[in-house]
C-alpha cells in the first residue's frame, strides 16, 4: 500500500511574505506605507537572492500604487528602501527600526 503524499504549500516564503504586506499597502499615507515596505523587505531579506527580493519587493509597490503614491522620483525611492532593507540598515532619519 502506498501511503497518500502530504499537501505542501506551493507558495514559498517570499511569496508567503508579499502575500501578508499587500493588504498592508493598501491604506495609509505613504510615510506610513513606506516605512511597512521598508520593514517587511528586512524582514523577507534571506527568503531569495538580492535580484529576486528587488524584482518582487519593486512589483508589489508598483501593484498597490505605493509608486506613484510617492510622487516623481518614486522608483528611486523605493529602489533605495529595498536595498537599505537587504542589508539591514535604517533609510529614514530616525526611529526605533533597527
Not at 22 to 40: D, M, Y
Not at 52 to 69: C, P, Q
Amino acid at each position: 500500500m502506498i501511503a497518500s503524499p502530504v499537501a505542501v504549500e506551493t507558495d514559498d516564503l517570499l511569496t508567503q511574505a508579499i502575500n501578508v504586506l499587500r493588504p498592508l499597502l493598501a491604506t495609509g499615507t505613504p510615510k506610513e506605507r513606506i516605512h511597512i515596505f521598508w520593514a517587511s523587505a528586512k524582514a523577507a531579506r534571506d527568503l531569495a537572492t538580492a535580484d529576486v527580493l528587488i524584482e518582487e519587493f519593486t512589483k508589489v509597490a508598483d501593484e498597490t500604487g505605493l509608486t506613484a503614491a510617492l510622487g516623481r522620483h518614486g522608483a528611486e525611492d523605493i529602489a533605495h528602501v529595498i536595498r537599505w532593507a537587504g542589508r539591514g540598515w535604517n533609510p529614514f532619519e530616525k526611529g526605533p527600526l533597527k
